[in-house]
């Protein structure tokens, strides 16, 4: 799990017609920049060559644009990520939080900066990162595949393949060693602000 968080980290009946990549994600990125909060319930499937079943977890994620992203795992374990610029914060089940930074985790900064281009839209952080394809209507349903430009998200990351509509619906994550995770989002809302609990985990 930790290391998907990583990798994360490494954060939605007529035929399709294609779009360009950068338009859909210029214009999520175009729409959230009006949402400066972005909650969603999510449930990841992760899939390994180790395990016979996958492990699936179950949690919420909130997205504050100035503050960043709140990864907490409700299911089966209870554990919290804040995943900021350059730091990754992890938080148990009795609130102990314990502070990474990129000097302890290798990658982290790059991996945060994936993460949070995903979830915004940011067009050119993702194609400073990625090569980008993408089929759909950026309004209504649209796919969109990244494939990684830089050796140092390849030796994490082989694909990700994004789907949704007003927003991020799922993602699909393939990475370099052959596990797969797949996250589906659902209950998608928008909000102005924190809430004060949301507050308190952001700043720990």
Not at 1 to 12: E, K, Q
Not at 109 to 115: D, H, L, N, W, Y
Request: glycine share 8%.
């Amino acid at each position: 799990m930790r290391r998907l968080i990583l990798i994360l980290l490494a954060c939605f009946a007529a035929p399709l017609a294609a779009a360009p990549a950068d338009d859909i994600a210029s214009r999520l990125g175009a729409r959230l920049e009006q949402v400066p909060v972005l909650r969603a319930e999510f449930v990841q499937s992760k899939t390994m060559a180790a395990f016979k079943k996958p492990l699936v977890t179950r949690g919420r994620l909130v997205f504050a644009r100035q503050q960043g992203v709140l990864w907490q795992i409700e299911q089966p374990l209870k554990l919290a990520y804040v995943l900021q610029e350059g730091r990754m914060l992890e938080i148990d089940d009795s609130g102990v939080a314990q502070a990474r930074t990129t000097q302890d985790v290798p990658g982290i900064a790059q991996v945060g900066r994936i993460f949070r281009a995903l979830l915004g839209g940011q067009t050119k952080a993702l194609a400073d990162l990625f090569d980008c394809t993408s089929s759909g209507d950026p309004e209504r349903a649209w796919t969109l595949i990244l494939v990684p430009r830089t050796p140092q998200v390849a030796q994490f990351i082989q694909r990700i393949t994004l789907s949704g509509g007003r927003h991020v619906d799922s993602i699909r994550i393939e990475e370099a060693g052959g596990d797969t995770a797949t996250i589906r989002f659902r209950q998608t809302s928008e909000a102005m602000e924190l809430t004060a609990a949301e507050r308190n985990l952001f700043g720990k």
